[in-house]
């Protein structure tokens, strides 16, 4: 999930469920991934302060918290342990 979210970093009028739904699913090997665990997935990213929704649209940024996390994340796994564990 948060590797879906570094590509939605530069986008000026944000991303909708949608989006996210069409970066996340080929991710995870999932053809049909639900609007409803999307949502929740959401709504967890906006509890932690990783995303903002932007006021009067469905739609999200990524917080400058959001990126760090992301990047920090994403680098660990593809550096560190998707090597270690091959």
């Not at 009028?13 to 469920?17: D, L």
């Given at each position: 999930?948060?590797?879906?979210?570094?590509?939605?970093r530069l986008l000026p009028?944000?991303?909708?469920?949608t989006?996210?739904?069409a970066h996340l699913a080929p991710l995870l090997d999932q053809p049909n991934l639900s609007p409803g665990a999307m949502t929740y997935?959401?709504?967890r990213l906006r509890q932690h302060g990783l995303?903002?929704?932007?006021?009067g649209s469905h739609r999200y940024h990524v917080t400058d918290l959001g990126w760090r996390t992301?990047?920090?994340f994403t680098r660990t796994y593809t550096r560190l342990l998707r090597p270690g564990l091959a």
């Open positions: 999930l948060l590797s879906a979210l570094t590509v939605f009028r944000g991303f909708t469920n989006d996210l739904r997935d959401l709504r995303i903002d929704r932007i006021p992301a990047q920090l």
